[in-house]
């Protein structure tokens, strides 16, 4: 059996794993919630995306985890960008009190994309 043994670099990448994955185990939980709401969804990706992004430049991950973080990126991108195709996302949380418009300015949203709102 000791061949099958975890050797300390195999055991470090697991651990990057770990904590890469912990990202959408939270993002899961969060939206399974009893109160998740539209409003929600764009804050959200846009938390997951800087991780990601994070993620696949942060030299001291396993170039294997930093591989499959940018993929990931890719993948959510796919994503972000149906939403683009719906108002109803970014309106939904310009309505919300506590972001208003501040939160796109915040986030660095191109002026063109936050006028789409108003």
Do not use: C
Request: glycine content about 4%.
């Amino acid at each position: 059996l000791r061949g099958y043994e975890l050797n300390a670099r195999e055991w470090n990448i697991l651990q990057q794993l770990r904590d890469t994955l912990k990202l959408f185990k939270d993002a899961t939980l969060f939206f399974s919630r009893g109160t998740p709401n539209i409003a929600s969804v764009i804050p959200a990706m846009d938390l997951i995306d800087n991780s990601l992004t994070r993620g696949a430049r942060n030299e001291a991950l396993d170039v294997a985890i930093r591989t499959a973080v940018g993929i990931a990126k890719k993948v959510l991108n796919k994503y972000y960008k149906l939403s683009d195709m719906s108002s109803t996302y970014r309106i939904a949380v310009a309505m919300q009190a506590r972001h208003k418009l501040r939160y796109f300015e915040k986030a660095g949203w191109p002026k063109a994309w936050i006028e789409e709102v108003v």
